[in-house]
């Protein structure tokens, strides 16, 4: 299985990012995929996650700012990020996991630099 992430890049406070998760190289269903984070310094937190296709979870500190969703294929999630602030910077790692799970960890993609910046 590989997870390969894209759409990284530099924004200024208040702008917005699309992330895209592109899966391949499996015959299994990944059920649940997220968004990871870490920041220097920080440990790994859970940023979204949607499992099922259709049951979605976030932090708390990017409810209402961010959005996770699949495509009907299923072999792509995106991350809207909406808003965006400087805590937000990070690298961003993509995950999928062939369980319903909110905290889907079995398969990572090679993590995306997002920075939040003026």
């Known amino acids: 299985v590989q997870l390969q992430a894209s759409g990284g890049g530099l924004v200024q406070p208040g702008g917005s990012l699309r992330l895209s998760c592109v899966v391949s190289?499996?015959?299994?269903?990944?059920?649940?995929m997220g968004w990871y984070r870490q920041a220097p310094g920080k440990q790994r937190e859970l940023v979204a996650v949607?499992?099922?296709?259709?049951?979605?979870k976030y932090t708390e500190a990017v409810k209402g700012r961010f959005a996770i969703s699949r495509d009907n294929s299923k072999t792509t999630v995106y991350l809207q990020m909406n808003s965006l602030k400087p805590e937000d910077t990070a690298v961003y790692y993509c995950?999928?996991?062939?369980?319903?799970?909110?905290?889907?960890?079995?398969?990572w993609g090679q993590g995306t630099q997002v920075t939040v910046s003026s």
């Open positions: 190289g499996t015959i299994i269903s990944i059920n649940s």
């Open positions: 949607v499992t099922g296709g259709t049951y979605t």
């Open positions: 995950s999928g996991s062939p369980y319903y799970t909110i905290t889907p960890d079995d398969y």
